[in-house]
């Protein structure tokens, strides 16, 4: 059974204090993980896709890395707008080429002014 | 703004009822996907629809179901409902069914009383 476990479950960090997020995963053959961002009451807002080990994407102050069985969301010098639950989803092959995404629980970010 | 709209935003209903939820994908996308988000599972994928036809089915149960009509839009009916169905319910789209990344609606918060 595919499986994704986010830590840690929440952080909190002043602002300009950089750290990192881990996904941890286990697929039977990993087509892509995906990165979200959800702010209370909304939907998730789609952020990054990594497709193999090795692969790197940036967005502002945001940068997703990808290995063989985990990514990190390094966060650099955030700010308290960047506050946030980080999604990581994974999408496993499957015959048809068609299936959901399988989410962990997230990490519930708090930046602090 | 993801573009993915869905209807209604909150919904209270009470146990044995039926409900139908509305979402429109983002404009040229035919990949329609329903996900379930409570506070202790996280989001779990439900079902998706492919230009009109059932691709894949999660995590759904038997009084679950969903469609999606020729102009594309998709209906997800929920019924006998019970306690434990209230959730907030997302609608997200994608151009095809393959890589492509997944948006999301800004979702249908549900209370069954």
């Known amino acids: 059974e595919d499986q994704v476990t986010q830590s840690p479950e929440a952080l909190r960090l002043q602002e300009g204090e950089s750290s990192s997020l881990n996904c941890s995963y286990t697929?039977?053959?990993?087509?892509?993980l995906f990165w979200y961002r959800q702010d209370p009451g909304k939907g998730p807002e789609f952020l990054f896709t990594?497709?193999?080990a090795g692969e790197e994407k940036e967005k502002e102050r945001l940068k997703a890395t990808l290995t063989k069985k985990e990514s990190f969301l390094h966060i650099t010098a955030p700010k308290p707008e960047d506050s946030a639950t980080y999604l990581c989803?994974?999408?496993?092959?499957?015959?048809?080429?068609?299936?959901?995404?399988?989410f962990g629980k997230g990490t519930h970010l708090i930046i602090q002014p | 703004d993801s573009g993915v709209t869905q209807t209604p935003k909150h919904l209270i209903t009470a146990t044995g009822q039926r409900v139908t939820l509305r979402c429109s994908p983002r404009?040229?996308?035919?990949?329609v996907y329903w996900y379930q988000q409570s506070l202790d599972q996280g989001l779990q994928f439900l079902i998706q629809?492919?230009?009109?036809?059932?691709?894949a089915k999660g995590n759904i149960l038997e009084r679950f179901s969903a469609q999606q009509f020729p102009d594309l839009h998709s209906e997800l009916n929920l019924s006998s409902l019970e306690l434990g169905d209230s959730a907030l319910y997302f609608c997200?789209?994608?151009?095809?069914?393959?890589?492509?990344?997944?948006?999301f609606g800004p979702g249908t918060r549900l209370t069954v009383l």
């Open positions: 997200a789209s994608s151009l095809q069914d393959s890589d492509n990344e997944q948006f």
């Open positions: 697929v039977s053959g990993l087509r892509g």
């Open positions: 990594l497709y193999s």
């Open positions: 989803a994974v999408r496993p092959y499957s015959g048809g080429g068609a299936d959901g995404l399988t």
């Open positions: 404009s040229g996308d035919l990949s």
């Open positions: 629809y492919y230009n009109g036809e059932e691709r």
